[in-house]
């Protein structure tokens, strides 16, 4: 059993204890939950990244970019395209994070598999592992960019940060590294080169860049993991030095958060799945909406007004007035809360570029008010709806759906992956992959899961 590190390490021990411990850590020593939930995690990225594999954005990326690829090493995944790995990173890392459909650590929303699994997926098609190698790979990737993420959150996320991004690199080059066998002093180095590559802005958000962030961060990893490898150095106190990774970046640094209890306190058991593609802040409006919607046989021509009372994160990052295009649909609660009560639903498709102009949509839309109010969780909403014939209807969320106190379960992810995979590789096709991904801890190697997530020919 690994122990955690002495609460009194000095600070610039932090670099150098991260990186001991991934090197270090047994695949015997995971905890069955985090391995299982490992699996989860793959099965969630992996419908993400297939099911939105023919977006736009994903299509304008490859076309700028596939010309200059190198040899085909790995595959872009749903589509017939094989790439260079750095590539199949980036286009990957794209695909996951492009619907705003993947996982989230509650904890600093991070979205942590995007560049973790996009760059380990890529690699081990170049240099083939079992499915358990791979799965404790990612989880030390998760475990490494989330504990990063807590040591500055929130102030480093405050400033603009997009927080996926900018610790995304870390996590991805420590799963890498770890397939790639690194020493404690290479490992240092990877993680010191990753602390150089930080990515994303939140003034992204709402635009296709937003899913370029754990696309770089992806590749930018699994670059500092090959260089590592052959001995490129970097400083051993990149992340905590004066003028580190942490000290440039956030104005809070709580190092205990990184090297207190690795191995015994496991970050990615904190890690959520979205039932809607869209902001996760935004998520108990749209529960409370829906859930009024099936209780009240609501529609939209009976509604004169809607107020939701929300978290003060709701309208930081989701207060987009009027979007334009869906992805600014997304950052959107006005948006969100009117689809519920229209569709029932805030699938990929309520977050369309048409959705978001329907002129049905926008009256709704336009009838929705939101009000900050501090002692709302961030899990919570209270809604008000008021109908055109005198009613007042109420309800409150105290946890939405995915939540930590209402998580997802197997068959809730099962069937989103089914939802998700099925219109690019067709029924059949999607359940084989689904069995996949369940049985990926007993897999020789991912030969499988890659053959699966192509086209049929």
Known sequence: ????APSNAAPQDVTRTLARYVVNARVEDLPQPVLDHAVRTFLNWLGCAVGSCNHEAVDIAIRALAPFSGAAQASVLGRGERVDIFSAALFNGISSHVFDFDDTHLKTVIHP??????AIFALVEHRPVSGVEFLHALALGVEVECRIGNAVYPNHY??????TGSTGSFGAAAAAGKLLGLNEQQMTWALGIAASQPVGLREQFGTMTKSFH??????????AALLASQGYTSSEQSIEAKRGWANVTSTKQDYREI??????RHESLLNSYKPFACGIVIHPSIDGCIQLRNEHRLSADMI???????HPLVLELTGKRTPKVGLEGKFSVFHSAAVAIIDGRAGENQYSDAAVLDPQTI????SVEATVDPSIAADSVHITVRLADGRTLEKFIEHAIGSKDRPMDNDDLAVKFMDLVTPTLGADRAEQLLNACWALPRAADLSLLTELSRPSA
């Open 158 to 163: 405050d400033v603009g940060w997009h927080i």
């Open 1 to 4: 059993m690994l122990h955690s």
């Open 363 to 366: 009256r709704l839309r336009d």
């Open 304 to 310: 004169t007004s809607i107020h939701l009372k929300v």
């Open 214 to 223: 754990p696309g770089r961060a992806a590749q930018n990893g699994l670059t």
């Open 259 to 264: 090297t207190e209890g690795l191995g015994e």
């Open 113 to 118: 598999a995007g560049p973790v699994a996009s």
